[in-house]
């Protein structure tokens, strides 16, 4: 006689989850930590905090940091309103009030160009730079052969680990009046160009330098998005006769369009930072009326010049812009639908 195996029948109790629902209906209780007690109502702060302790103990740390190098200077501040002196305790210069901000107030020729050249070139990035990564990040998505995807990638992200330093001499190596270009132009009996001292071309050219060391470590987090996206929906796409055009439009933009809002919304944030030390180090070639920016124009009048509660009085406005244009754009994501940066 043939025996069969004795299958032992799983038995559940009352409330247990047999998994015969539909998908989701059941939930593992790894997948999340409890928020309820045993009688049902929810946990305390402390509670929480107890439960989770060892992630709060790993999180010290960053937790340090970003109070003693990002919060505890916030109260540097209060040079914006004293006549600060260096030598001089913060809390013992003389008060002025609002005398810093003269310079915002009142139009300040040197102050509207800063700000003038700032505004321009955040513009001129949001257009050009911000979505530089995204199409990057379809392109290499696009790629068949991960073996080649990995490669290509790796190549891409390595410019960003090098300082602004090296990347402005490997441009000057390139572009300069004895770079490789204008040497190639004198040997054939052409004229040379001025490619880094020309004023006119100077947002051009801090363009190209972001978008090169820039767009390949960028495409970091699209690419993530990217694998999050359900593959039934293309292949409902396909099925419904739609183009890869089409696809793109109407399954993978929309599959990343919240990223794309969270990281505009910080870049709005960071809109009036535009690369101190990518600027800073060409500004010799092209003159300050061309690549003076908020940030230059705090260093130069503040360090440089010595007038250090007009420098905070500039820094301590752009901040607040920041923040007000994050929290505003925020609420516009909200209105439309999206998260944004903090749900309400």
Known sequence: ?????????????????????????????????PRLSASGKPLSWWARARRDKILLLMALPGLALLLVFHYLPLLG????????LPFVPLGRSAWVGLDNFAVIFNGDPEFLNALKNTLL???????????????????????LSERIKRVVQSVLYLPHFLSWVIVIAIFQQILGGSGLINNFLREHGLGTIDFLGNPDG???LLTS??????????????????????PGLYEAARVDGASRWRQLWHVTVPGIRGLIILLLILRL???????????ILQQNLVGRPASEVLDTYVYNN???????????????????????????????????????????
Do not use: C
């Not at 025996?3 to 790894?30: C, N, V």
């Not at 500039?314 to 999206?338: D, Q, R, T």
């Open 77 to 84: 501040n209060l040079i914006a309103f004293q006549e600060y």
């Open 209 to 230: 330098q972001v978008i090169w060391k820039d767009t390949g470590w960028g495409t970091i987090l699209f690419l993530a998005a990217l694998t999050q996206i359900d």
């Open 121 to 143: 070139i955040t513009l001129v990035q949001v257009i050009f730079v911000f979505p530089a990564p995204i199409a990057l990040a379809l392109l290499l998505n696009s790629l």
């Open 202 to 204: 100077f947002i051009a």
């Open 269 to 279: 944030g960071d809109s009036l930072t535009v690369g101190f030390e990518q600027i």
């Open 302 to 344: 503040g360090v440089l010049a010595g007038q250090w509660g007009v420098s905070a009085a500039v820094g301590l406005v752009k901040g607040l812009v920041g923040v007000a244009l994050v929290i505003g754009a925020n609420k516009i994501a909200h209105i439309f639908g999206e998260a944004g940066v903090y749900k309400k």
């Open 1 to 33: 006689m043939a025996q069969t195996d004795r299958i032992p029948s799983r038995q559940t109790t009352a409330g247990e989850p047999t998994g015969s629902g539909p998908p989701g209906a059941a939930t593992d209780s790894r997948s999340a930590p």
